[in-house]
């Protein structure tokens, strides 16, 4: 959800990262359920492949989508554990 795939002129697909900006607390909700995914553990150190410094970034680098969700003026409506 926080990316989305898209053919280039060149006719390859790629990713890229949408623009985080919900509407509505039922957005948000969901941005802040694949968040709190993508911020576990398991994910930031690529079940312990990432090295401690690229756990960090990846970690820092969803951190501050959290951040803008939160400068929207929304919280998330159910309990989170890595944020």
């Given at each position: 959800?926080?990316?989305?795939?898209?053919?280039?002129?060149?006719?390859?697909?790629?990713?890229r990262e949408i623009k985080i900006n919900p509407?509505?607390?039922?957005?948000?909700?969901?941005?802040?359920?694949?968040?709190?995914?993508?911020?576990?553990?398991?994910?930031?150190?690529?079940?312990?492949?990432?090295?401690?410094?690229?756990?960090q970034y990846l970690y820092n680098h969803y951190?501050?989508?959290?951040?803008?969700?939160?400068?929207?003026?929304?919280?998330?409506?159910?309990?989170?554990?890595?944020?």
């Open positions: 959800m926080l990316e989305e795939n898209y053919k280039t002129s060149s006719g390859k697909w790629a990713t509407m509505n607390q039922k957005q948000a909700d969901k941005f802040f359920e694949e968040l709190e995914y993508r911020m576990s553990d398991e994910y930031i150190y690529c079940d312990g492949e990432a090295t401690e410094t690229d756990a951190l501050k989508k959290v951040k803008v969700i939160k400068k929207l003026g929304f919280m998330p409506s159910f309990k989170t554990y890595n944020y």
